[in-house]
């Protein structure tokens, strides 16, 4: 158990249709980071939020959000699914560069 | 551009054999991390070793071992007398400390090691 907690682990949903996606970090870190690994984009970070805060935005498209909760739990929205976001999406939780880096076991989502 | 690059798409190796996966890097920063994860069929990214760029030191951990080299921004991992649970994919990444620290990942090198 690497300490983040990532829920569901696989989801199988319709095109048009919305989920969300949750993170728990491990304990005490306040930086949250989401990655999607797609078999044509590779691993491709999306957005990171610290202590509530968006940080950085990296390749997300406009119909996904995130946000970071005062328990510092995350949610990454998918809005409007289409075939091609089928993807793994991970969370990844940090306390500082320092500390390292630590992901989740990963959330896969099919759209059909 | 590209920041990390994995010019091996695809390596098989028979049992036994040494194998090594290239990694090159690209950053403009003198303070940056590097790192490398295995991801296993079963999907998860498993850590394997993290190097910041001030420590070139090469490091040896069981069959494993890694080259830091900054002069040619390369990485590389090297598994020896490789093993059937070596197969994996393995990612290469990069994390610069005025980016947030948000992870560059390669595109990945798939490994097959054959019994």
């Known amino acids: 158990d690497s300490g983040v907690t990532q829920t569901p682990k696989h989801l199988i949903t319709a095109t048009g249709q919305r989920v969300t996606l949750r993170c728990s970090p491990r304990s005490g870190d306040l930086s949250v980071y989401w990655y999607q690994q797609s078999l044509d984009q590779g691993l491709q970070f999306l957005i990171q939020y610290y202590n509530g805060e968006e940080r950085a935005k990296g390749n997300i498209l406009e119909r996904f959000s995130a946000q970071q909760f005062p328990d510092l739990h995350s949610e990454l929205n998918l809005s409007s699914l289409e075939l091609g976001d089928s993807a793994l999406y991970f969370c990844?939780?940090?306390?500082?560069?320092?500390?390292?880096?630590?992901f989740g076991s990963g959330t896969r989502l099919t759209v059909v | 551009a590209q920041k990390v690059t994995q010019a091996q798409t695809e390596i098989s190796v028979v049992e036994k054999e040494d194998v090594t996966l290239d990694c090159v890097y690209e950053?403009?920063?003198?303070?940056?991390?590097l790192f490398w994860y295995k991801q296993p069929p079963s999907g998860e990214l498993v850590f394997l070793i993290r190097r910041n760029s001030f420590d070139e030191q090469n490091e040896i951990s069981g069959r494993y071992s890694w080259n830091f080299q900054k002069s040619t921004s390369s990485f590389n991992f090297t598994i020896t007398a490789s093993q059937v649970v070596d197969s994996a994919v393995y990612f290469c990444a990069l994390s610069e400390i005025n980016t947030g620290n948000q992870f560059y990942f390669g595109t990945g090198t798939s490994l097959t090691v054959i019994p």
């Open positions: 950053t403009r920063d003198t303070t940056y991390y």
């Open positions: 990844a939780s940090s306390g500082g560069q320092a500390y390292g880096y630590t």
